[in-house]
């Protein structure tokens, strides 16, 4: 059974007295959501603040990229050891907007993913295709070999402590959602494809959805059978909004 995982990825939004405010409002609202794992990722600027915020609570801390280097003269980067002592128990790599904003590789997301693991920090790599794939029906071709070459560096007995988020990019921002059947659809290919590179342990990754998932199109999302979460955007930088995502199960729909 794989545990659901719901992640708020703030991107580049929230000041550390924003970020404050929203965790003491949040909290509350999901603090009976038990049987869930909640991560919150803000910009590194709120790590050291969300991360005193955070502790002793069931809400874990992400950081949204990762330097692929250890420390050294890389102006800007930051380190996976500096996330690990903020207290950070996930990292966000291969996101899009990285992708295709900074001309990260798949190979460069392999070393950040294992970077992070090398500092007990577990990898939540996404994965996704452009609209122009999707319409060549390259779909699985596409993402079936960011796939393989974004997850090379992840030695099979650390595979449980990968997540991986399958994020189509012409739903991401745009209102667009995936249907659950299309989720549903390469979400079970990506599956396959784990299962081959990590034999039993594939069953136990978990495979989140992202792009604009919203209060009212997350249970039917996580009602797929190989849906274990959500990696939100917009929809997470509200507490009412993204605590409502986080208690998906009480709109219906529940896991089959
Ligand atoms: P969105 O972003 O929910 O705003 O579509 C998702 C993401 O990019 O992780």
Known sequence: M???????????NKTVAEAEAFVRAFLPLVADASGVEVVIAPPFTALQALGRELSGSHVALA???????????????VAAGMLSELGCRYGIVGHSERRARHGESDELVAAKAAALLNHGIRPIVCVGETLEHREAERTFAVVGSQIQESLAKIPRERAGDLVV???PIW???TGR??????????HAMIRERL?????AAGEEIRIQYGGSVKPDNAAALMAQRDVDGALVGGASLDPQSFSRIVRFDEAGGGRP
């Open 195 to 199: 299962r081959d590179q990590f034999g």
């Open 177 to 186: 959602t995936a249907t659950p059947e299309m989720a549903q659809e390469v």
């Open 165 to 167: 988020a399958y994020e």
């Open 171 to 173: 739903a991401i921002g």
């Open 63 to 77: 950081a949204q990229d990762v330097s692929a280097e250890d420390p050294g003269a890389f102006t800007g980067e």
């Open 2 to 12: 794989r545990r659901p995982i719901l992640a708020a990825n703030w991107k580049m």
